[in-house]
């Protein structure tokens, strides 16, 4: 839960919010998200998303290209002493960020997301916001 400002430094370094930290121990993976973030889970997370990624049919060109996408741009990020981790660059520029940064909570999982981008889609979302919730209504509590 909850939403935090933070910034990448020029080697690519992020810290981590303590409040997630207490739950990632040290190390987190992070990988391609969709609509244009990162999304960073525990190790028994990624390994249960693993293990459904491997139950996708590999006759479905889809499903393919879906595994490759979420596989190769995962990476094994450990946390350091201040409470850090270096993203590889190929993810840094795959969300297009530059140097601020959003990481907010997601239930399973955290997204980093761009400063400008997380704002739009922020806007986007909480305009329609009870739009979204009827549509769903059969899945929420």
């Given at each position: ?5 933070h910034?990448?430094?020029k080697k690519g370094r ?6 997630f ?11 391609r998200?969709?609509?244009?973030c990162l ?14 990624l ?5 006759t479905k060109?889809d ?10 741009k995962?990476a ?5 002493a201040q409470g ?16 601020e940064?959003?990481?907010?909570g ?6 980093v997301?761009a400063?400008?981008r ?5 806007e ?7 739009d979204?919730a ?8």
């Amino acid at each position: 839960m909850g939403e935090f400002a933070h910034s990448i430094d020029k080697k690519g370094r992020m810290i981590i919010p303590a409040k997630f930290r207490e739950e990632l121990g040290m190390k987190v993976i992070i990988t391609r998200g969709l609509d244009g973030c990162l999304n960073g889970y525990t190790k028994d997370q990624w390994d249960k998303i693993y293990e459904q990624l491997l139950q996708l049919p590999t006759t479905k060109k889809d499903a393919r290209m879906f595994v490759r996408m979420m596989t190769s741009k995962a990476a094994e990020c450990e946390i350091d002493a201040q409470g850090r981790v270096l993203l590889p660059a190929g993810l840094i520029a795959l969300a297009n960020i530059t140097k601020e940064c959003m990481i907010i909570g997601a239930a399973n999982h955290f997204e980093v997301w761009a400063k400008d981008r997380w704002e739009q889609v922020d806007e986007e979302a909480s305009a329609s916001f009870e739009d979204i919730a009827e549509s769903l209504s059969e899945f929420i509590l």
